[in-house]
């Protein structure tokens, strides 16, 4: 430690009584870092006294690190019991010793200090940061920017309220909405999963599983996606039940077709036959009965459909009726017998320009002569009735009486003349007919209501009294009363004479 130098006395300062207005005053000694802990010399006071100015500085020292109050006595005692080893590994602040530097009045020693203990810091810092990972000083930074900025390091949020109060809290509307939505996607998932895990007879398998290896009797499909091919025994037990309704051995033919419905479900038209069968003992419910019943076996639409449609024009329902024709005719688009079917319900009824559309539609869809032919001769009936028989005159008198007459034209040729009330010359057209064909050939056409209904008129009822077994075999039946008076009525009592 440097001693303090001590001051030359001036001549002027030996002389108490000259008045000097500029005292000279000593220097302070200069401290180096290495003796920062050590008591500081306490500055000349004007009279330069070394141990006042140590005074003053370690004063200064104890105000700056204790908040002492300056010439606090305790202060001093405390500072004086500190040991001088406790000091030396203190760490004190550059800051603190530059204000002691300061204070004591040694300006020039602060910038010195500052610069030394800058320098430690950066050679600090730069060891820290080759010694430490890029996310870590990363991390560090963003710790050192929250602690700066007084940031938190998550922003603080609202608790959520629970799925009542929210539900509380919206208007009618909306709940109205979210529950049509819920409802919506649970009806759609619903579908999805049955379509996925639906049994495999709702899809019937390719023709080629069907079928089976060749020489195989064919497989019965689950759906009824193919036809059952009968084998010989149930052939057998078809042909007896057909030979017992047609000898009309009625409870014979419904115990077989019951037997077949039961051993041999997957054949087609049994319970379609059961209400035929039905409808010829004159039971309408069973025959409905067997009817829907053969919707669900897979049986014909088209003939089921027709069937239905006679058993409600029995009942009179004449509007149920067109329906149940209508279906019949959507249901096999490509077959005439049921546009036929229909147009002779509509003759009876007295709509013969509907029956008309309705055998041209007919018309178009057939392909057999023999067919085309009863369809051409219904026809030309219907003009007649609609008084377009003059249409026809000149081919009447052309295929009559000519070299080669038709019967089917000598009986529109009758019903052109029975029309106008000439009966005497209708008769003339009937017996040509008679002459022709034998008479018994005749007997489905004369069973058309509307020939028919004149058979007992006196030209005509002798020609007619020969032919009447035949004629009730055919079904032959006269002219409903509104049709006889010349006014569209009600579907009649009896059946058309045309069977699906």
């Not at 919707?295 to 459909?305: E, F, I, K, S, V």
């Not at 057939?366 to 219907?382: C, G, S, V, Y």
């Amino acid at each position: 430690m440097s001693e303090p130098i001590k001051d030359t006395p001036s001549p002027a300062a030996a002389d108490p009584s000259r008045a000097d207005p500029a005292q000279r005053i000593a220097l302070a000694p200069r401290q180096t870092p290495a003796s920062a802990d050590r008591t500081p010399p306490r500055p000349s006071s004007a009279g330069g006294d070394p141990s006042e100015l140590s005074q003053q500085l370690a004063t200064v020292l104890l105000q700056a690190l204790g908040n002492q109050a300056a010439g606090s006595p305790e202060a001093t005692v405390e500072r004086s019991l500190i040991a001088r080893e406790e000091k030396r590994f203190r760490p004190a602040s550059a800051d603190a010793a530059a204000s002691i530097a300061s204070a004591a009045g040694e300006p020039e020693l602060a910038a010195p200090v500052k610069l030394i203990e800058r320098t430690r810091r950066r050679g600090d810092e730069a060891r820290a940061a080759e010694s430490s990972a890029p996310g870590e000083l990363q991390q560090a930074g963003l710790d050192a920017e929250r602690g700066l900025f007084g940031r938190p390091d998550r922003a603080p949020r609202a608790p959520v309220p629970p799925i009542r109060v929210v539900w509380r809290q919206l208007s009618p509307n909306a709940r109205s909405a979210i529950l049509a939505a819920f409802v919506v996607l649970t009806a759609a998932l619903a579908f999805g999963l049955g379509w996925a895990t639906a049994p495999e007879g709702r899809n019937p398998p390719p023709a080629a599983a069907v079928a089976g290896p060749p020489g195989s009797a064919p497989a019965r499909p689950a759906d009824g996606a193919t036809a059952y091919l009968a084998d010989r025994a149930t052939l057998d037990l078809v042909d007896e039940a057909a030979l017992a309704q047609t000898s009309l051995n009625f409870p014979r033919a419904e115990l077989l077709l019951l037997q077949l419905a039961q051993e041999r479900p997957d054949l087609r038209g049994t319970q379609t036959t059961l209400a035929y069968l039905k409808t010829q003992l004159g039971n309408f419910q069973a025959a409905e009965y067997h009817i829907s019943l053969g919707m669900a076996a897979g049986d014909d639409p088209g003939r089921l459909y027709s069937l239905r449609a006679l058993l409600l024009a029995r009942q009179n329902r004449s509007g149920r009726a067109n329906d149940a024709f209508e279906l019949a005719t959507r249901a096999a688009p490509y077959e005439w017998r049921y546009h036929f079917l229909w147009a002779e319900y509509l003759r009876r009824t007295g709509k013969f320009q509907q029956a008309l559309d309705e055998l041209d539609r007919g018309i178009a869809r057939i392909h057999e002569p023999a067919d085309e032919e009863l369809m051409q001769f219904k026809r030309r009936l219907t003009l007649v009735a609609l008084d377009r028989g003059a249409e026809l005159d000149a081919e009447i008198s052309r295929r009559s009486w000519g070299p080669l007459p038709d019967p089917d034209w000598l009986l529109v040729g009758m019903a052109r003349e029975g029309q106008r009330g000439s009966f005497g010359e209708a008769a003339r057209y009937l017996r040509r007919a008679i002459e022709l064909t034998g008479g018994s050939a005749l007997a489905e056409r004369l069973s058309d209501f509307f020939l028919y209904q004149w058979c007992f008129e006196k030209e005509l009822e002798p020609l007619f009294r020969p032919l009447q077994p035949s004629l009730q075999g055919a079904g032959a039946t006269r002219a409903p009363a509104t049709l006889r008076s010349g006014a569209e009525g009600e579907e009649p009592a009896a059946s058309p004479s045309a069977k699906p």
